[in-house]
Nanobody, 123 residues
Framework: QVRPVESGGGLVQAGDSMRLSCVAS????????MGWFRQAPGKEREFVAA????????DYEDSVKGRFTISRDNAKNAVYLQMSSLKTEETAVYYC????????????????WGQGTEVTVSS
């Protein structure tokens, strides 16, 4: 199993960029698909981006396509979410999650979760 730990959140202005990091302790990190989710106050947790075992295997929620980039560095047991042109409505707690094998899109399909990092986008 792996234990993800997120970092990199904070306060930014609309239009700014931010990079979130997730480092996962444990073994065989390269065999896990990794996902980023977010949960805004009063809303359900939603899919943002995911990356499979192969770095080129990525997918994104439609609203972030072209603005967010997910990547992984297996040598560091890390996955990143580079976010640009941030919008105020993207204020949320961002979570990193892991599952074995191929990437998926629903929170319940992921087995291991971090505690989240808060991202606030001001106008």
């Amino acid at each position: 199993q792996v234990r993800p730990v997120e970092s990199g959140g904070g306060l930014v202005q609309a239009g700014d960029s931010m990079r979130l990091s997730c480092v996962a302790s444990g073994h065989l990190f390269s065999t896990y698909a990794m996902g980023w989710f977010r949960q805004a106050p009063g809303k359900e947790r939603e899919f943002v981006a995911a990356i499979g075992e192969m770095p080129r295997d990525t997918d994104y929620e439609d609203s972030v396509k072209g603005r967010f980039t997910i990547s992984r560095d297996n040598a560091k047991n890390a996955v990143y979410l580079q976010m640009s042109s941030l919008k105020t409505e993207e204020t949320a707690v961002y979570y990193c999650a892991a599952r074995t094998r191929e990437l998926r899109y629903q929170p319940w399909e992921y087995n291991y979760w971090g505690q989240g990092t808060e991202v606030t986008v001001s106008s």
